[in-house]
């Protein structure tokens, strides 16, 4: 089968398209035809192999894992003797470490069916975006009907997603991003919008009861001061800054703001299960939430998209098509 290798950390330009064995499914597990999958910020620091306090898990001098990816959607091709829930030509989606390839395989209870009104690329674009607004938001935040909550950096894959998952939560929703994503950002029903050029939330009067904060663009102690009496803030993103903790460095001082003062933080690391899938299968089925994506790339192009990726702030997810003729 084909799929995305790099044999060391580096630009996109160390990504190769190569032929490699192709997995065959255990007793418990499914093998899955890959039709699309997502990009993630999380596949940028892999390929580099940063922040460097990271590569103890990844690997010191050169990566463990020769394959990047995560999200996927696509069809059972296999099953293993022990499965029950699935069978060849299922639509499927969920999560998997070398997802940019033609086929992986996947345990059972780890899989879910792909929600019905989604195309292979909408679904693709889901499971780590998705799930990380759901457990930020509901999880770690604690938010319910009738609060307020901001949205910091509402127009990227997590922030899309946020916005639609609070409103469906029930929440009035403030989404903060760029100017030329306020409409993005209406459409998808934030109740207000405001432009970070013209406008600073963190120097208003307005208090809120969560800030589900995925931009980093703010200092923590300044978003503090806008929460409620019980507010919470969920930090999720961070600047993409140098250095030997990178993007962690802000990730760390939350941790160590959060035990000063009254006011919460929380950071948190997504952890997809097969119900939290499922959760997002019956908000997007039920027409509360729907991926939005910028660009589609086909696999071979994928040094391409992860420029695009790291340049040039995508509105919504960048997706991969890997098999032919992508239909619901």
Same mark, same amino acid.
């Given at each position: 089968m084909k799929a995305i290798v790099r044999r060391r950390y580096g630009s996109p330009e160390v990504l190769r398209l190569e032929e490699i064995e192709k997995p065959a499914?255990?007793?418990?597990?499914?093998?899955?035809?890959v039709r699309a999958a997502s990009l993630n910020a999380g596949d940028?620091?892999?390929? #580099?192999?940063?922040?460097?306090?990271?590569?103890?898990?990844?690997?010191?001098w050169k990566p463990k894992t020769m394959r990047l990816g995560s999200d996927f959607a696509g069809q059972v091709e296999a099953v293993g003797g022990n499965v029950t829930q699935f069978k060849p030509g299922d639509a499927v989606y969920g999560i998997r470490?070398?997802?940019?390839?033609?086929?992986?395989?996947?345990?059972? &209870?780890?899989?879910?069916?792909?929600?019905? @009104?989604?195309? $292979?690329?909408?679904?693709?674009?889901?499971?780590?975006?998705?799930?990380?607004?759901? &457990?930020g938001l509901r999880d770690k935040g604690g938010l319910k009907p009738g609060q307020t909550v901001?949205? @910091?950096?509402?127009?990227?894959?997590?922030?899309? $997603?946020?916005?639609?998952?609070?409103?469906?939560?029930?929440?009035?929703?403030?989404?903060?991003?760029?100017p030329r994503n306020v409409g993005l950002a209406r459409s998808l029903g934030a109740d207000r919008v405001m432009d970070y050029s013209r406008e600073n939330f963190t120097l208003g009067e307005?208090?809120?009861?969560?800030?589900?904060? @995925?931009?980093?663009?703010?200092?923590?102690?300044?978003? #503090? #001061?806008?929460?409620?009496?019980?507010?919470?803030?969920?930090?999720?993103?961070?600047?993409p800054v140098g250095g030997l903790l990178g993007p962690a460095a802000r990730l760390?001082?939350?941790?160590?703001?959060?035990?000063?003062?009254?006011? @919460?933080?929380?950071? $948190?690391?997504?952890?997809?299960?097969? &119900?939290?899938?499922?959760?997002?299968?019956?908000?997007i089925e039920d027409g509360q939430v729907k991926p939005v994506i910028d660009k589609s790339?086909?696999?071979?192009?994928?040094p391409e998209a992860m420029r695009y990726q790291e340049e040039g702030h995508p509105r919504g997810k960048v997706v991969l098509r890997v098999a032919a003729n992508d239909q619901p």
């Open positions: 499914p255990k007793d418990d597990e499914v093998l899955i035809k940028k620091y892999a390929l #580099r192999g940063q922040p460097y306090v990271a590569r103890g898990m990844l690997g010191l470490t070398g997802a940019f390839a033609e086929y992986v395989v996947k345990l059972e &209870q780890t899989l879910a069916p792909k929600p019905a @009104n989604l195309s $292979f690329e909408e679904a693709a674009a889901v499971p780590v975006a998705g799930i990380t607004a759901l &457990q901001l949205v @910091n950096g509402a127009s990227g894959g997590v922030g899309t $997603f946020a916005v639609q998952v609070a409103k469906a939560l029930g929440a009035h929703v403030t989404a903060v991003c760029g307005e208090r809120y009861d969560q800030i589900f904060d @995925n931009a980093g663009t703010y200092p923590l102690a300044a978003c #503090r #001061r806008v929460l409620g009496p019980e507010g919470v803030l969920v930090v999720v993103g961070a600047p760390l001082q939350a941790v160590v703001l959060s035990q000063l003062g009254k006011k @919460n933080i929380v950071t $948190f690391i997504t952890a997809i299960t097969k &119900q939290d899938l499922l959760d997002m299968t019956a908000l790339y086909p696999l071979a192009e994928l």
